[in-house]
């Protein structure tokens, strides 16, 4: 049992360290509080069994780890937007050589048949 908790906490902890550091670090909170989870109960296992428990004192540590990384992302990365005049131009540019494409073409030389 303690052996499932431990591998479930290590792929948790190594996905919320992954997740941190991608633009979307926001999703980084939900495998990193369950790798907390996981390893709580890991270490728990292997304290009533008396095994060795530095894996889970890694497992803490890269959870916490991402748990800061991704609150820090969360509150000092600003979001950007761009102009959307820019946009509108060159929608407006597109839409206008689109139809002087359709202008050239001659339809009379396509016959159905």
Not at 30 to 48: D, E, Q, R
């Amino acid at each position: 049992m303690k052996r499932l908790f431990t591998i479930l906490a290590i792929i948790m902890a190594v996905l919320a360290t992954i997740l941190s550091v991608l633009p979307l670090s926001n999703l980084a909170f939900f495998p990193a509080i369950a790798a907390l989870l996981f390893s709580a109960i890991a270490f728990y296992l292997s304290k009533k069994s008396g095994d060795p428990k530095k894996i889970i004192h890694f497992i803490f540590l890269l959870s916490i780890i991402s748990l800061i990384l991704s609150t820090y992302k969360a509150l000092f990365n600003e979001t950007k937007v761009a102009s959307t005049k820019e946009l509108k131009a060159k929608e407006k540019e597109s839409k206008e050589d689109a139809l002087e494409d359709l202008e050239e073409l001659d339809l009379d030389d396509i016959s159905i048949d």
